[in-house]
């Protein structure tokens, strides 16, 4: 036989039996006649790295991919990345700038090809990364969002919905990102608290010696207003409605008008309006019929040529504007307060409310099936608290801007003649064949059109994911999409279920008529121990390859999992993981231990490891229910915790210590292979969650082929004739008397090798039965007696109803001791029966709850009262 190590290596287990997978193609996954489990990998940035919120969302894919693959289903786990086109082409030009090059001193296909070369060299870096937690994807199939088939999918998605009238063209107030230079959505901004100050500015009142006072955070828009407001039935300010007020710096006029928007609380009551540079004022703006200055580059500097403060960047020009209206006497006051401020999640700029001429998608139409499959469940979140969540998302959904001022990603396939006409079409010939059907139009050629130069929306690529993967757009009806499509399980973040899971249910409804899955599972954001969510800059996010070097893949999967409920916050600590490797020593040194015994074919089963092997079985397939339901509910932490307490308590505690020969003796044949097998339907059950160790120790176990390999194994069954013995309620009433009588060595300072005699007072022997001689073993007991009454000069303690006696010689202070422990356990029992008496003693109570938790309650108070008579009376016996 090979000598198994006594340490477990991860490391060398790992590449070991990732690279037996791969080369084997387990991972492969073609279209059959079984039934498809499908997952796809929601596509992290191109620019990424692995971090802990990756670490868990496909630790968790990979648990459920791979218990499929285990139950039978053909499981294909598609992976992939996103081409983030604002985060890409922030590092693109970071790149160049290292260089010396600036991106405006490029054309747009050479900055595309340092782009492609910045891609293909650390694109992938985070797939690798992956394969170094287990993930069983299907490397075949990875796909990039911009790959050909995947961008084609995207420019005839939006001529398909430009003709269908849902895109449209127009100026509308977008969030702009002036570090990026671009638009982004709402869902693309982050609102933090932040403290600021609240500036109240002095207008001068035109043709008058008086003046109005406005307050604002942000100063510098004032070279944009266009008018002031304030509430109709604000009595301070009715004289002043129709007159005119002089914007300072500008020398404009600007007329004082009323709306009932105004918040008469706020600040002063008057309200300064800048049309071009919030959302609300632009409102006011069309309602009012005002003008709209707009005082700011892409780049976020002041556009504002008659002014001292022109090209000057947003917060230089702020300062300088407070220090001049300061020295105007025109300040009023400064008040500090807290407000929030968006931030772009790309580049973490302020984002400034910014009118601009942009793409659209009309989303009101196509949101309200997307609504419905939530609400009727035909599309599950996991956990259903986010319905609402989502229900109040989707109906209040806005168009959505899906233009971005970018190079890298799908450009637009707008075409702009030189008379003015705009006309959408994939390629520059469709586009000029569309210009020139108009017969009343005089023929243009190609050097007279142009394309639009901007790209689309990263997610306008990813929303289509489900699908292009599986090339459904270009070959609607390929086998892979026939078979794969639908997907059924989706593991995100909840902090992209509306623009990233909506609107891929959005267009699986649009493009495929059928949504893209049948559940979403949405993970919680993972967090430090205090609850801080985990950042570079407060230091406090381990590097996950870091973890996998120090505990190994298994052992950080299975502490992600012990802390990750469905939807809740993770607080992770570094303790967890390491709970996870040292279950891992605990599964190999059960193997181990197992391995190591001397086999003896001449020796018949002892009746002892026949319970035990009955009796575990009945707990294996306790496990094996407890778990499926768990599973069937996403509830993998609480599987985790069932298959950790089943294998640490139950095999290794219990069962192990139950057949294990005496030192130095043999086993039976018999009990051997029934402990072979139970670790086989361990293996087998932990292997979704623990892969490296799991296939280990499965190949260690037999001789196996390679269509015999623990991944493709098949996954333990539930059957119900296991658990018909009813051996557990036995077993739980020995494990408690061994406990006790270790307890009363450890208490007394006795050796454990010192043996002891037990006595139980009962009225039922047959609890006992089976595991009499489980006692006598695991107990160290000579000989187990049942009486009707207390022996003298023992010590005492209660399993359930049952009294138990071990008989010692006891002095005086043995006997005090004695009195003292019953005394307190009478004082908690009548303390317990108290706050039992209590709760059945209100009428609300009983009348309200369920009958079968009312005669739960009357059963404690009974079992309770019963062990309360038996202590009475073994302490009356000590006094006697």
């Known amino acids: 036989m090979t000598e198994i190590s006594s340490k477990f290596s991860p490391q060398e287990v790992e590449q070991k039996w990732y690279q037996h997978w791969m080369q084997n193609g387990f991972f492969d996954s073609n279209p059959d006649g079984r039934e498809p489990y499908t997952i796809v990998i929601p596509p992290p940035n191109v620019t990424g790295v692995l ?42 030009v970071a790149m160049l700038k290292e260089k010396g090059i600036e991106k405006s001193s490029i054309s747009r296909e050479e900055f595309l090809a340092h782009a492609w070369e910045w891609k293909e060299k650390y694109g992938g870096i985070i797939l690798e990364q992956l394969k170094k937690l287990g993930a069983s994807c299907d490397w075949r199939r990875t796909k990039f969002t911009m790959d050909p088939k995947l961008s084609d999918a995207v420019i005839d998605t939006f001529i398909q919905l430009y003709n269908k009238g849902l895109i449209y063209r127009g100026v509308r107030m977008v969030n702009w990102d002036p570090k990026g230079m671009t638009a982004v959505s709402d869902e693309e901004v982050i609102h933090r608290e932040v403290q600021s100050k609240l500036y ?14 406005i307050a604002t955070t942000r100063p510098e828009t004032l070279l944009g207003d266009t008018a002031v407001c304030v509430h109709p039935e604000d009595v301070r300010y009715k004289s002043l409605v129709g007159k005119r007020c002089i914007i300072p710096f500008t020398g404009r006029t600007v007329p004082i008008i009323q709306d009932e928007y105004v918040d008469k609380e706020f600040g002063t009551g008057c309200l300064k309006v800048t049309p071009a540079h919030d959302v609300n004022d632009y409102l006011l703006g069309q309602k009012h019929n005002l003008e709209t200055i707009d005082i700011l580059f892409d780049n976020g500097h002041i556009n504002s040529p008659a002014t001292p403060y022109h090209d000057l960047d947003g917060i230089v020009a702020r300062k300088r504007i407070v220090k001049d209206l300061e020295a105007l006497g025109q300040l009023v006051k400064v008040e500090d307060i807290k407000n929030k401020v968006g931030y772009s999640e790309r580049t973490d700029a302020v984002i400034e409310p910014k009118l601009s001429m942009q793409w659209f998608c009309d989303m009101e139409k196509m949101s309200k099936p997307a609504l419905d499959v939530v609400l009727e469940n035909k599309v599950k979140l996991v956990p259903e608290k986010f319905k609402n969540t989502y229900k109040h998302w989707m109906e209040n959904v806005h ?89 059924q399980d989706l593991v995100t973040a ?42 570079k800059s407060l230091g406090n996010s381990p590097d996950p390859l870091d973890l996998i070097q120090q505990f190994g893949a298994d052992g950080v999967r299975m502490g992600m999992l012990l802390c990750s409920p469905a939807g809740n916050d993770i607080l992770f600590d570094e303790s967890q993981v390491e709970q996870g490797r040292n279950f891992a020593n605990k599964l190999w040194n059960a193997f181990r231990l197992v391995k190591g015994w001397q086999v003896d074919d001449q020796l018949e089963q002892p009746s002892l490891n026949l319970t035990a092997s009955n009796w575990i079985q009945e707990k294996l397939h306790i496990t094996i229910a407890t778990t499926e339901k768990y599973y069937s509910e996403y509830r993998l932490s609480d599987a985790m915790m069932t298959l950790y307490k089943f294998i640490w308590d139950d095999c290794c505690s219990w069962y192990l210590e ?48 390679l269509a015999e390999s623990l991944i493709v194994a098949e996954y ?55 595991f009499l001689e489980v006692m006598k073993k695991l107990g160290n007991l000579t000989a187990i007696e049942f009486v009707e009454t207390a022996p003298p000069s ?13 008989p010692l010689e006891m002095n005086d202070q043995d006997a005090a001791a004695e009195k003292q422990r019953i005394k307190e356990e009478m004082e908690y029992l009548e303390g317990f029966m108290k706050s039992v008496q209590t709760k059945l003693g209100n009428e609300r109570f009983v009348a309200n709850a369920k009958p079968e938790i009312v005669e739960n309650e009357r059963k404690k108070m009974a079992d309770a009262e019963s062990k309360l008579n038996t202590l009475r009376d073994s302490l009356t016996k000590l006094n006697g």
């Open 200 to 213: 109240f500015i002095a207008y001068e009142i035109e043709g008058e010696n008086s003046k109005v006072v």
């Open 494 to 535: 909840p902090e992209i279920l509306f623009f990233w899971v909506a609107r891929m249910i959005i267009a699986g409804i649009e493009f495929k008529h059928e949504i893209p899955f049948s559940t979403v599972y949405l993970t919680g954001i993972v967090r430090d121990k205090l609850g801080r969510k985990m950042s």
């Open 51 to 92: 971090h802990m919120g990756h670490m868990l969302n496909n630790t968790i894919q990979d648990v459920l991919i791979r218990r499929a693959r285990m139950q039978g289903k053909n499981a294909c786990w598609v992976p992939g990345t996103d081409h983030a086109s604002i985060a890409t082409e922030a590092k693109v």
């Open 399 to 487: 168009d959505w801007c899906v233009s971005r001022q970018l190079w890298w990603g799908q450009r637009i396939p707008a075409w702009y003649s030189t008379d003015g006409r705009i006309v959408v079409a994939k390629t520059d010939v469709e586009a000029l064949a569309l210009f020139n059907q108009n017969e009343s139009q005089s023929a243009i050629t190609l050097a007279d059109i142009r394309q639009d130069e901007d790209v689309l929306d990263t997610w306008f690529s990813s929303w289509l994911w489900p699908i292009s993967v599986f090339d459904g757009f270009e070959n609607p009806d390929n086998a892979d999409i026939k078979y794969y499509y639908p997907t």
């Open 658 to 705: 139950m057949i294990k020969p005496v030192y130095g003796s043999p086993i039976d044949r018999k009990s051997y292979q029934e402990a072979i097998g139970m670790l086989e339907n361990i293996v087998k059950l932990l292997h979704p969650i623990m892969p490296f160790i799991t296939e280990e120790i499965w190949q260690a176990l037999g001789t196996r082929t």
């Open 794 to 806: 023992s010590v005492s303690f209660l399993i359930e109803k049952d009294e138990c006696f071990v």
């Open 716 to 770: 333990p069954k539930y059957d119900e004739k296991k658990v018909a013995t009813a051996l557990s309620s036995k077993a739980e009433m020995a494990f408690g008397i061994i406990a006790e009588v270790r307890n009363l060595r450890s208490k007394r300072g006795m050796s454990p090798k010192e043996a002891l005699n037990l006595m139980i007072k009962t009225g039922s022997k047959e609890n006992y039965g089976d």
